[in-house]
């Protein structure tokens, strides 16, 4: 669970991924000596990182790895977690700008300064707090024959459908009889009312015009032309405040 508190027992979840042994073992000692709330796990390979489908606070990842490499591997992540703090280490200088494209928190370069590595992870340790505390509260969802919980960052958009509303995510499309309204205020800012239709996760957002939003799975909603203004500001608030575009 991500801390909302570093005085309360809450751990914060730290992936470290990559293929050197040695690398992991420094890292994870680096992290454990500044970092007691922490709970380190180790990957050898992004495909590994990937394979355990769990969400990690924090993810220190290698850029040169086999297939699937750094880069791509934290492409993939970010299509499911927009929030995960990622810190590229790496001993190549040129990838820098490819890193920041995938949103990363920061880039170190090997071999490791301890000093510049607690000063970064001291960083990022403060904006896992804080974007955890800017997380609105799950929201449930109930079918006539089953019932979800959702975290908000896994909704992509919601739609209405006459009398439902339905509920996009990465994976699926669940219909739900609720008013588009009263899921807005729970959801609340992260999620903007672009059309009398559709409520957009602006996390999820890949790039927009004057009359629609292209979302970062590909699909397609549709931007009120009166809105449009008012959805520019409300969206560049939206990653002045810290938030992540989608990638």
């Known amino acids: 669970m991500s801390p909302r508190d570093r005085k309360g027992l809450q751990v914060i979840e730290i992936a470290i991924c990559d293929d050197e042994q040695r ?41 040169q790895m086999e297939e699937p490499d750094g880069i791509e591997t934290a492409a993939r992540i970010r299509e499911r977690d927009k929030r995960v703090v990622l810190i590229f280490v790496t001993a190549l200088k040129e990838y820098v700008f490819r890193a920041f494209d995938v949103g990363a928190f920061h880039y170190l370069l090997k071999p490791l300064e301890e000093e510049r590595f607690a000063k970064v992870l001291e960083k990022a340790v403060s904006e ?86 292209d979302m970062s799975n590909g699909e397609r909603v549709y931007l009120a032309r009166e809105k449009s203004r008012e959805f520019v500001k409300a969206y560049m608030r939206y990653l002045q405040s810290g938030g992540t575009a989608g990638v």
């Open 23 to 63: 690398m992991q073992e420094q890292l994870a000692q680096m992290v454990e000596r500044r970092c007691p709330d922490c709970r380190v796990e180790c990957f050898s390979s992004g495909g590994e990182l990937l394979a355990a489908d769990r969400r990690f606070d924090m993810i220190f990842l290698d850029i």
């Open 128 to 213: 896992v707090m804080d974007r955890s505390a800017r997380e609105a509260p799950p929201v449930f969802l109930k079918t006539r024959y089953r019932n979800f919980i959702l975290r908000p960052e896994e909704i992509l958009y919601l739609e209405s459908r006459g009398k439902k509303v339905a509920v996009h995510t990465a994976s699926k499309v669940i219909e739900v009889y609720a008013a588009m309204r009263d899921l807005e205020r729970q959801l609340g800012s992260g999620f903007y009312r672009c059309h009398r239709g559709y409520l957009v996760n602006l996390a999820h957002i890949a790039e927009y015009g004057n009359e629609s939003i």
